[in-house]
């Protein structure tokens, strides 16, 4: 572990190679976008919500996003049919946010086209090499996550 005396090495070229892959995906995502009209705030906010109705608070609170900036998000999105805000009937004050039809089908259609182009560039890579990956992925996301706790 931390007595490998090439320990440093690896953990600075894993953190450069993870931060040059997510760019490219980040670079490939937004030219993805552009055939669907969505921004990549957009993309965030809808993956969200795709999980469930939020009130217009959880999603800033999610996105990290001041209320303004929610706001302004929300209405581009309201605008192109992306999704719909509700009252709550509890409380008129409450505004809750769920995705419409045409939402969830961009959101569909712009995830297809994403793993169509991962799996284009992993169907270069061994079978045996992509299981060792999606396993050593996983074990990083379930560290970083524990440490967030």
Known sequence: MRDDP????YVAEIENVLR????????????????????????N??????HGILTMGE????????CSTATDLIDRMERNGL????????DRRVIRLKMT???NEVIDEVL?????????VLAKVASEDRKALVDNLHKIY???????V
Do not use: C, H, W
């Open 6 to 9: 090439d320990f440093g090495g």
């Open 112 to 120: 297809n086209a994403r793993k169509r182009y991962l799996a284009g």
């Open 101 to 103: 039809v045409k939402g």
């Open 142 to 148: 379930e560290l970083m996550k524990a440490e967030e």
């Open 20 to 43: 040059m892959v997510s760019i490219i995906i980040r670079k490939r995502g937004r030219d993805i976008l552009e055939n669907f009209n969505v921004t990549p705030p957009q993309l």
């Open 83 to 90: 999704i719909q805000r509700e009252r709550d009937t509890s």
């Open 59 to 66: 999603l800033g609170q999610k996105m990290y996003l001041a």
């Open 45 to 50: 906010a809808l993956n969200f919500l795709r």
